[in-house]
């Protein structure tokens, strides 16, 4: 896992001021220092990835079977209580096959986080619970997280979920085998290992993003000329390439911008603004109708109730 | 000096027992499905779902409640800041009624999140990229803040004169804080669904919800303050000081009025316009949101004669309120996308018992302590 710890001397600070009031300023000046720093929030572009080519994907499913054993997650029965057979991204599935089928084409696809470069799941949670590794993935730390749920809400993609049946609930999502130590050990992901056709491919995002242009250069008849994940959000490290166009295989349509790009201004010129701004102006206004009050306080006597 | 809530016969406690026996019911059912909450987890207790992970309490409680209590700010600018010390009468209710807000938000919260017993884990593990994390320091500070405010009228009313003098020392800068902290925040509140906005509507999807949000407080923060005097007026047996309230409805039709352009201009700046006609019901809450709740009561408040009646006023004031509660539920509840999701019984028992025991407290307060007859 990550090593995002706090900064005790950075809290402090801060605490101080927000508590003393009056030392808001440096405050301010503290946060905008730390989000300078800030690690486990700053993106890692070059780092691992994961392309997944849905033309060769046969659905097989071993991909899903090697997450649940890699990562212990129990399965999901149907309702006849005999197949492993989730409907979608839960608390206990972190990657999923899914088909997608009408009267001229079909294909599956593959549910899981998609590594956001920029991830809008990071900015948005307010613990640092998540966070990007230094290999590039995004990871979690369930013993900061305390269950807002925002990441959710943020992410463009839908991805974390949430174990709701439990008391003690914590946010589940792919981590590219980061918490299961994998990565760390030099090991690619459970699910690329188990993939029998060569459809999961795990690597550096530049060699990956090469190697699917080349595909696609190859095979133009094949693929849809466009490699899901090369610019979408801000870009990510899950690829993907496919025959049948990405909106009818559930992706959204995202412009390029990363989502935490969207409240720089508020959040980094914004609440420095307010906090100088706002104190400046109160303070200014107190002292200058004070002074004014006083003055007409001094031309006229006037009696104190009605 | 006028005031604007007169004692009349502030000692006279309200004659309807049946109320508050109710209102302990309600509260005390509430407290019930909390603990059940706590023991059997957010599935068991709520609709929310992996498609709807914010519902009711969130939506209802915090974003919508933060934004009715800004009347505590509004307020506390006008009389401290501005020194219009003829507001100075509503200015404690006010305060105490923001107080309540705050705690309800917070209580909301508490119970919302999946680990209620990590609440203070914001003042340990920062992330100073997320708005949420500004919210959750903004509101933790303010409600102190509210409750240092509140304590004033207490230590009076328990006669702790040295623990008043303490507190009267930090008045002018509690309130400069409360200022600074609530414009934070409220705005802070709108950040959330600017990052979020992949889930928010067309026609409310703008990089200016923190602006919008910030303007639509203080707007319904005037209003609220109206409604307030008025409440206290005719439940404590009171006369309300029309003059003053006028005043403030004045107030409040201007900053509808910015609102309003803004509103408008950020419309048409994010393309949101082409959403105004797509059918469906987010087109009927927006144009319902923008006439009925901002036009409609700007114009009625920019009228002298609406101002001069007290019912009209008030009648105004809550259009004025019910517009921001609208917008606040349009941006997080109706035009949120999600699966489709209908809160729980045990969903709306926590919301309205917290009401209630805010409303047993105001009552207990405000018989036993200086809010209303005050020597000012
Ligand atoms: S897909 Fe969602 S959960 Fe995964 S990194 Fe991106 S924002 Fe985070
Ligand atoms: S639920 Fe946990 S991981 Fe997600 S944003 Fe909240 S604190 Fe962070």
Redesign the interface.
């Known amino acids: 896992m990550g090593n995002k710890t706090?900064d005790r001397r950075?809290?402090l600070k801060?605490?101080g001021a927000?508590?003393g009031?009056?030392l808001?300023t440096a405050g301010g000046a503290a946060?905008a220092e730390?989000?300078k720093t800030?690690d486990?929030?700053k993106s890692v572009p070059n780092g691992y990835a994961m392309l997944y080519d849905a033309t060769k994907c046969v659905g097989c499913r071993a991909c899903q079977t090697a997450c649940r054993e890699a990562n212990h997650t129990p399965p999901e029965l149907d309702v006849t209580g005999n197949y492993d057979e989730p409907m979608?991204?839960?608390?206990d599935t972190w990657t999923l096959i899914k088909l997608y089928k009408d009267p001229s084409e079909s294909s599956f696809v593959k549910k899981q986080c998609m590594h956001c470069i920029d991830p809008?799941c990071?900015?948005?949670?307010?613990?640092?619970?998540l966070h990007i590794t230094p290999e590039g993935a995004v990871a979690y730390h369930q013993d900061?997280?305390?269950?807002?749920?925002?990441c959710?809400?943020?992410c463009?993609f839908?991805v974390p979920?949430?174990?709701?049946?439990?008391?003690?609930?914590?946010i589940q999502k792919c981590d590219f085998c980061v918490s299961n130590g994998r990565l760390e050990h030099g090991e690619t992901p459970a699910c690329v290992v188990a993939c029998p056709t060569g459809a999961l491919k795990f690597g550096t995002r530049p060699e990956l993003l090469s190697e699917a242009h080349e595909r696609i250069k190859k095979e133009t008849n094949t693929y849809v000329d466009h490699i899901f994940g090369e610019h979408e959000a801000g870009g990510t490290h899950a690829l993907y390439l496919s025959a049948v166009p990405f909106e009818k295989l559930g992706f959204?349509k995202?412009n390029d911008t990363p989502?935490?790009a969207?409240?720089t201004?508020?959040?980094?010129i914004?609440?420095p603004g307010?906090?100088v701004g706002?104190?400046t102006f109160?303070?200014g206004?107190?002292f200058v109708?004070?002074r004014?009050?006083e003055r007409t306080k001094k031309e006229e006597t006037?009696?104190?109730?009605? | 000096m006028t005031t604007i809530v007169k004692p009349v016969n502030a000692r006279r406690s309200i004659s309807i027992p049946w109320g508050h026996i109710f209102l302990w019911i309600l509260a005390t059912l509430g407290a019930v499905v909390a603990v059940y909450r706590l023991f059997y987890g957010l599935g068991a207790a709520t609709n929310l779902s992996d498609g709807r992970p914010w519902g009711l309490w969130i939506s209802f409680d915090v974003v919508t409640g933060v934004a009715l209590a800004a009347g505590g700010f509004t307020i506390g600018f006008i009389v401290k800041i501005l020194h219009l010390k003829r507001f100075y009468p509503i200015l404690r209710p006010t305060i105490l009624t923001a107080f309540l807000g705050y705690v309800i938000a917070a209580s909301s919260v508490v119970l919302d999140i999946g680990l209620p017993w990590r609440i203070w884990h914001p003042l340990v593990y920062q992330n100073f990229h997320s708005p949420m994390l500004e919210v959750a320091l903004c509101v933790m500070t303010y409600t102190t803040v509210l409750a240092l405010e509140v304590s004033d009228p207490f230590f009076e009313g328990m006669g702790w004169k040295s623990a008043k003098r303490v507190v009267e020392v930090f008045m002018i800068p509690l309130m400069v804080l409360g200022v600074v902290l609530s414009t934070m925040h409220q705005s802070s509140l709108g950040t959330l669904f600017v990052l979020a906005s992949k889930r928010v509507f067309g026609l409310w999807k703008t990089g200016y919800l923190p602006l919008l949000f910030f303007i639509s407080a203080v707007a319904v923060g005037l209003a609220m303050t109206i409604l307030e005097a008025n409440f206290a007026a005719s439940a404590y047996d009171m006369d309300a000081e029309q003059d003053l309230l006028g005043d403030l409805g004045l107030y409040a039709a201007w900053v509808l009025l910015t609102y309003l352009v803004i509103k408008i201009s950020t419309l048409v700046g994010s393309g949101g316009v082409r959403d105004l006609w797509s059918g469906g019901i987010n087109n009927v809450l927006y144009f319902v949101e923008v006439i009925g709740g901002i036009i409609l009561p700007m114009i009625l408040l920019f009228i002298p004669s609406i101002r001069k009646s007290r019912k009209a006023l008030f009648r105004t004031a809550w259009i004025v309120v019910l517009g921001v509660v609208l917008n606040r539920l349009d941006v997080s509840f109706f035009g949120f996308a999600g699966t489709p999701y209908i809160p729980t019984w045990m969903e709306w028992a926590i919301n309205i018992s917290m009401i209630s025991a805010a409303i047993l407290f105001y009552d207990f307060f405000v018989r036993h302590f200086p809010i209303f007859n005050n020597e000012h």
């Open positions: 706090l950075e809290f801060i605490a927000s508590v009031g009056l808001l946060a730390s989000s800030g486990g929030i979608d991204l839960s608390g809008a990071v900015t948005a949670c307010p613990l640092g619970a900061i997280c305390f269950g807002c749920r925002y959710m809400v943020a463009p839908e979920r949430y174990q709701w049946r439990s008391v003690t609930p914590y959204p995202l989502y935490p969207k409240i201004i508020p959040l980094d914004g609440v307010i906090i706002m104190t109160a303070t206004t107190y109708t004070g004014k009050e006037h009696d104190n109730d009605s």
